[in-house]
């Protein structure tokens, strides 16, 4: 893998967005640095090149100079990144683990989108700096809750968390916050519908809450623009039924019998698996099982079942 990319815009069969999209997709190219350097330098191509995850946009002509001198930060840069990340990921007691790249991504957006602030600040009106520092917040976000599931399963793994907690867990604040917390990752694009009925969960709130922000996540990720995703939580008899409904693609047989692919049984105690697979490794360390309902160009659904004590009264549901 390149250490660093310098890509035009403005090129035959696949353009520079199109290359920094297709990127991001593959976790092994995800954390190439890339660099646009394009005559397209309107404010509008700028903000676009770096809400793709650019770590610089240079406008042409650009000195040769200059070029390399943004080259060398960047890989400096990416240097510092991956030593303080390590250095952070083994401080949480996890040294066994490797620095995976679904805590260095978000990471790198976080740092990215600060560099920009500081860079271009004065460059920026009102609006571009509220957009910038929305990405530094999902990306805050996303770190946070990848961390969060890696501790979750160290924790089951080493027989901590075997039993679910006595109070339970409050299943209308939790979806609500974790669905605020989406909307924040995910402000352009899709809609999301939540609708929940209250109950006390026995599970532990940092495995819900690492679960359905995956699930959200990963919702979110697969719909297109204008699409809706819904969140339900409601009762059935002792148990509540949570749901995360997308309109997606779909999975063809193929990706249905992937999400079964059962956890090797030499991986490294807390590694990460994000997706479909991820969520249904956590929820069955829980004792609980994952189900996928999935047609192909209509969308997909998954849905788990938590064990609960329902208030007495009415049950009036949440729904924003």
């Given at each position: 893998m390149p250490d660093l990319i310098v890509s035009d815009v403005m090129m035959p069969d696949m353009d520079g967005f199109t290359l920094a999209r297709e990127l991001a997709k593959e976790p092994h190219t995800a954390l190439i640095p890339l660099i646009f350097l394009t005559a397209k330098s309107t404010q509008a191509d700028f903000r676009t090149g770096l809400d793709l995850g650019a770590e610089d946009y240079l406008p042409k002509p650009c000195p040769v100079d200059k070029l390399i001198s943004v080259i060398r930060m960047r890989l400096e840069r990416r240097r510092m990144m991956q030593t303080k990340l390590a250095d952070e990921w083994y401080g949480m007691g996890l040294s066994k683990l490797a620095v995976p790249s679904e805590i260095a991504t978000p990471l790198r957006q976080v740092l990215g989108f600060a560099g920009v602030l500081v860079q271009h600040h004065s460059d920026l009106d009102r609006e571009e700096i509220g957009r910038v520092a929305q990405n530094i917040m999902a990306g805050a976000f996303r770190?946070?809750?990848?961390?969060?599931?890696?501790?979750?399963?160290?924790?089951?793994?080493?027989?901590?968390?075997?039993?679910?907690?006595?109070?339970?867990?409050?299943?209308?604040?939790?979806?609500?916050?974790?669905?605020?917390?989406?909307?924040?990752?995910?402000?352009?694009?899709?809609?999301?519908?939540?609708?929940?009925?209250?109950?006390?969960?026995?599970?532990?709130?940092?495995?819900?809450?690492?679960?359905?922000?995956?699930?959200?996540?990963?919702?979110?990720?697969?719909?297109?623009?204008?699409?809706?995703?819904?969140?339900?939580?409601?009762?059935?008899?002792?148990?509540?039924?949570?749901?995360?409904?997308?309109?997606?693609?779909?999975?063809?047989?193929?990706?249905?019998?992937?999400?079964?692919?059962?956890?090797?049984p030499d991986a490294p105690s807390g590694t990460l698996w994000g997706g479909l697979t991820g969520v249904r490794h956590l929820l069955e360390s829980c004792n609980i099982k994952l189900e996928v309902d999935s047609v192909p160009g209509s969308g997909t659904t998954v849905r788990f079942t938590v064990p609960c004590t329902v208030p007495s009264g009415p049950r009036p549901e949440v729904q924003s």
């Open positions: 770190l946070s809750r990848k961390i969060t599931q890696a501790q979750v399963r160290e924790r089951r793994k080493i027989g901590s968390w075997l039993s679910p907690p006595d109070s339970g867990c409050d299943a209308a604040l939790s979806l609500k916050r974790v669905a605020a917390q989406t909307r924040m990752c995910w402000s352009q694009g899709c809609d999301l519908q939540l609708s929940v009925q209250p109950a006390m969960l026995m599970i532990h709130e940092s495995v819900l809450d690492a679960v359905v922000a995956e699930l959200l996540d990963n919702a979110f990720r697969y719909s297109g623009a204008g699409a809706v995703v819904h969140l339900l939580g409601k009762c059935t008899a002792e148990n509540y039924e949570i749901s995360v409904q997308d309109q997606g693609p779909g999975l063809i047989s193929e990706g249905l019998v992937n999400v079964e692919v059962p956890l090797p």
